[in-house]
């Protein structure tokens, strides 16, 4: 067996010794890249050419197998194309969203949209410093300042970051950070707060122009940016306790808890059931959009009050149930995919950032609500139609947005589109569909939202977590791993928790 050698940063908590994966051979898997290296001609090369993927990723990534071809061959695919995003600068390395430059963007083609999507997709690879030069950039690379553009878009870089600390337990990182990410807090407070307490944002500074609910001069409460602060203020408060400082802990914890009383009160539409965007004349926009599943994303909405009755919209095909899955505003709406087509518009069709945010907020209904509105039959639909719409002329792709009945990528043959760094693949699989839910203490927990009568088998290998190894693997006969029947956790290569079913497993 090849065992998968581990690069670890003096960053990361780990021992000194090597760790390596426990079941998966990583050769096995690089007939992936060479079909993804010959597919198609590599159109711009940056820090980690074609010619150098395969030992980035062997170096770098968790690894994943399953029964289900197109799962596994896009979990490789969406690891080989965030590769192609790394870009070499004066100050480190940055994480592009475009391959080809953009005029609205910043320095070295930085664009502050999906910051948080390749935080939570990055918190996964290995070597750390991709990511975390890339943050750098963004908050000193400007003299020591934030870059200008940094507030071009709204952003949960603060819960993005206490996320991938619950990964990678770097706390020095973390806290060396926190006074910029309360700085930014502050700043964000001074441009975009209400006298209400709310935050406003154009439909566009959300990355989302052309909405149904808004417009990109439009100063309307969404539930995006409202929901982006409570995260940001829950994580700041967790990053001052972390430091002892109880005063801020208990100033980030009030400004969290005003942000969630007035979603609640005052973006929730009780004749909808749907968490909507409160226009200027404080009235609701009376249409629903993905935007109102985000407020799950952070786990904001409060539990046993109702509000789960929202996701019975994801399986409604006047709501977002569409043939290639998601949309972005209710079909049902009459002015669904009024706006045309070949711009940026957000009135309905797929937009891999929003099916990302909203397979997330599911997750977390499924993890932590009491409900009976969604199930892990309803997830795992979700996630195939996603796999499903990534392949354009019959190859893996990643674009921008796509049309909800045919799978069209409606810019899929602009250069702008191709392999757009826009959303997240890998971080699902991981935290959804595998189910490991990172967590502050030394416990693993592991809550998979896949049926036994889906898959007979599956593995998720080098899981660098808390400087361990971690390894998740359901065998229902035992025949295809030789490590006994049933699901297993394994440490280092040790099986810390075990079960006969496909079930949620928390080890000592």
Same mark, same amino acid.
């Given at each position: 067996?090849?065992? !998968?050698? !581990?690069?670890? *940063?003096?960053?990361?908590?780990?021992?000194?010794?090597?760790?390596?994966?426990?079941?998966?051979?990583?050769?096995?898997?690089? =007939?992936?890249?060479?079909?993804?290296?010959?597919?198609?001609?590599?159109?711009?090369?940056?820090?980690?050419?074609?010619?150098?993927?395969?030992? $980035?990723?062997?170096?770098?990534?968790?690894?994943?197998?399953?029964?289900?071809?197109?799962?596994?061959?896009? #979990?490789?695919?969406?690891?080989?194309?965030?590769?192609?995003?790394?870009?070499?600068?004066?100050?480190?390395?940055?994480?592009?969203?475009?391959?080809?430059?953009?005029?609205?963007?910043?320095? %070295?083609?930085?664009?502050?949209?999906?910051?948080?999507?390749?935080? %939570?997709?990055?918190? $996964?690879?290995?070597?750390?410093?991709?990511?975390?030069?890339?943050?750098?950039?963004?908050?000193?690379?400007?003299?020591?300042?934030?870059?200008?553009?940094? =507030?071009?878009?709204?952003?949960?870089?603060?819960?993005?970051?206490?996320?991938? #600390?619950?990964?990678?337990?770097?706390?020095?990182?973390?806290?060396?950070?926190?006074?910029?990410?309360?700085?930014?807090?502050?700043?964000?407070?001074?441009?975009?707060?209400?006298?209400?307490?709310?935050?406003?944002?154009?439909?566009?500074?959300?990355?989302?122009?052309?909405?149904?609910?808004?417009?990109?001069?439009?100063?309307?409460?969404?539930?995006?940016?409202?929901?982006?602060?409570?995260?940001?203020?829950?994580?700041? *408060?967790?990053?001052?306790?972390?430091?002892?400082?109880?005063?801020?802990?208990?100033?980030?914890?009030?400004?969290?808890?005003?942000?969630?009383?007035?979603?609640?009160?005052?973006?929730?539409?009780?004749?909808?059931?749907?968490?909507?965007?409160?226009?200027?004349?404080?009235?609701?926009?009376?249409?629903?959009?993905?935007?109102?599943?985000?407020? $799950?994303?952070?786990?904001?909405?409060?539990?046993?009050?109702?509000?789960?009755?929202?996701?019975?919209?994801?399986?409604?095909?006047?709501?977002? *149930?569409?043939?290639?899955?998601?949309?972005?505003?209710?079909?049902?709406?009459?002015?669904?995919?009024?706006?045309?087509?070949?711009?940026?518009? $957000?009135?309905?069709?797929?937009?891999?950032?929003?099916?990302?945010?909203?397979?997330?907020?599911?997750?977390? !209904?499924?993890?932590?609500?009491?409900?009976?509105?969604?199930?892990?039959?309803? %997830?795992?639909?979700?996630?195939?139609? #996603?796999?499903?719409?990534? #392949?354009?002329?019959?190859?893996?792709?990643?674009?921008? %947005?796509?049309?909800?009945?045919?799978?069209?990528?409606?810019?899929?043959?602009?250069?702008?589109?191709?392999?757009?760094?826009?959303?997240?693949?890998?971080?699902?699989?991981?935290?959804?569909?595998?189910?490991?839910?990172?967590?502050?203490?030394?416990?693993?927990?592991?809550?998979?939202?896949?049926?036994?009568?889906?898959?007979?088998?599956?593995?998720?290998?080098?899981?660098?977590?808390?400087?361990?190894?971690?390894?998740?693997?359901?065998?229902?006969?035992?025949?295809?791993?030789?490590?006994?029947?049933?699901?297993?956790?394994?440490?280092?290569?040790?099986?810390?928790?075990?079960?006969?079913?496909?079930?949620?497993?928390? *080890?000592?």
């Amino acid at each position: 067996m090849f065992l !998968v050698g !581990v690069t670890l *940063s003096s960053c990361n908590l780990a021992t000194s010794d090597k760790k390596t994966a426990a079941v998966l051979n990583v050769e096995d898997y690089k =007939h992936y890249v060479d079909y993804f290296n010959r597919m198609e001609d590599e159109n711009i090369a940056k820090a980690i050419p074609n010619d150098s993927a395969w030992a $980035w990723m062997k170096s770098n990534i968790p690894l994943f197998e399953c029964p289900q071809d197109n799962f596994e061959e896009m #979990y490789y695919f969406r690891w080989w194309s965030l590769r192609k995003h790394i870009t070499n600068t004066p100050q480190g390395y940055a994480i592009t969203e475009f391959l080809v430059q953009r005029s609205y963007a910043d320095k %070295y083609n930085l664009i502050a949209c999906a910051l948080g999507h390749h935080i %939570y997709e990055f918190r $996964w690879v290995h070597d750390p410093k991709y990511i975390e030069q890339n943050v750098n950039i963004w908050y000193r690379g400007n003299e020591g300042k934030p870059m200008k553009k940094l =507030h071009k878009f709204s952003s949960w870089t603060a819960d993005a970051l206490y996320n991938r #600390y619950l990964v990678n337990k770097d706390e020095n990182y973390l806290l060396d950070l926190y006074p910029d990410l309360v700085n930014d807090y502050t700043t964000w407070e001074e441009e975009r707060q209400r006298t209400d307490g709310l935050f406003w944002q154009n439909d566009v500074k959300d990355g989302m122009e052309e909405s149904l609910s808004g417009g990109r001069h439009v100063r309307n409460a969404r539930p995006t940016i409202n929901s982006y602060m409570y995260a940001n203020a829950e994580a700041l *408060s967790e990053m001052a306790k972390m430091k002892g400082d109880t005063e801020k802990q208990q100033y980030f914890e009030a400004k969290a808890d005003t942000l969630q009383n007035l979603v609640e009160a005052k973006l929730w539409n009780k004749d909808a059931e749907f968490f909507e965007t409160l226009t200027e004349k404080d009235t609701s926009s009376n249409v629903r959009e993905a935007i109102g599943f985000i407020p $799950w994303y952070f786990n904001l909405p409060e539990k046993n009050k109702g509000f789960e009755i929202a996701w019975k919209q994801i399986k409604d095909e006047a709501g977002f *149930s569409a043939p290639f899955g998601l949309t972005t505003a209710e079909l049902r709406s009459p002015r669904f995919r009024s706006h045309g087509t070949g711009t940026c518009e $957000w009135d309905g069709a797929i937009w891999p950032f929003a099916t990302s945010q909203t397979l997330t907020a599911m997750a977390n !209904v499924l993890n932590n609500y009491k409900q009976d509105v969604v199930s892990e039959a309803d %997830y795992f639909k979700q996630m195939n139609l #996603y796999v499903e719409s990534q #392949y354009y002329r019959g190859r893996p792709y990643i674009g921008e %947005y796509l049309d909800e009945t045919t799978g069209y990528w409606l810019m899929g043959d602009r250069e702008r589109s191709r392999y757009y760094n826009h959303s997240t693949f890998n971080d699902l699989i991981i935290t959804g569909l595998v189910g490991l839910r990172p967590r502050a203490d030394d416990k693993i927990e592991v809550n998979p939202l896949i049926s036994e009568e889906k898959w007979d088998w599956f593995c998720l290998d080098n899981v660098l977590y808390h400087g361990d190894i971690i390894t998740i693997l359901w065998d229902k006969t035992g025949e295809k791993y030789k490590k006994g029947q049933g699901f297993k956790i394994f440490r280092n290569g040790k099986e810390i928790a075990a079960s006969n079913k496909l079930e949620k497993l928390i *080890s000592e």
